[in-house]
């Protein structure tokens, strides 16, 4: 059995099943992704009672908060690129806000799952804690047979050393946190680096 979701997924009915605009998403409560965060951002009468409550809609606000505060930093530093930041942001949030599928954890016996989201969320947290690297997206996918999960992540890499020993580290720390934290059998880790960190002022990371 699926570990249970303690939060059913109950539909809002204040908006009814209408199409949703192009780029929008709809959360598994039944919101649009776009008025979740319009909700969020009313600083002056507050979210209404279904955002207060529900999970799903807490959750995306925090996920595309973190996103928004990137962003303003990626703008400050790429003025006269903002059409291209803002694509990449938006293939962020399509890719990362929503749940994803169930994942088997490697323990057949009691048949066990955990959504792809969560998931993912720790495996980019472990990427990250090798040095010169930040995760930018991470899928995963189960294979079609056993338990097996393959991982596709990409990255951002400093060039302080050769990228093949980067990558490396970075398929350790995921593969260890895979196994030691989640319980989740990786049988392959794909990275492709899609941007360069450089070094800050005075020699930080």
């Not at 303690?6 to 908006?15: A, E, G, I, K, T």
């Not at 598994?28 to 951002?41: D, H, I, T, V």
Request: hydrophobic share 40%; with cysteine.
């Amino acid at each position: 059995m699926a570990i249970e979701d303690q939060h059913p997924r109950s539909h809002d009915s204040r908006l009814p099943d209408l199409a949703l605009p192009a780029g929008d998403e709809r959360l598994p409560c039944g919101r649009a992704l776009s008025y979740a965060w319009e909700q969020a951002r009313d600083t002056a009468s507050g979210p209404d009672r279904h955002s207060a409550a529900c999970p799903h809609c807490r959750e995306a606000a925090d996920g595309l908060a973190a996103l928004d505060e990137a962003a303003q930093v990626l703008r400050a530093q790429e003025p006269t690129r903002f059409g291209v930041l803002a694509n990449r942001v938006m293939d962020i949030v399509r890719s990362e806000v929503r749940l994803g599928d169930l994942l088997p954890l490697d323990d057949p016996a009691l048949d066990l799952c955990i959504c792809e989201y969560a998931a993912a969320k720790v495996l980019r947290r472990a990427a990250d804690t090798v040095p010169g690297t930040k995760a930018a997206s991470c899928r995963l996918s189960p294979e079609q047979e056993g338990t097996g999960v393959r991982v596709a992540m990409t990255l951002a890499v400093a060039l302080d050393q050769p990228l093949p020993t980067r990558a490396q580290e970075v398929r350790r720390s995921v593969i260890d946190a895979a196994d030691r934290v989640l319980g989740l059998a990786v049988t392959d880790v794909d990275l492709t680096a899609v941007d360069v960190l450089l070094p800050e002022p005075g020699g930080a990371r």
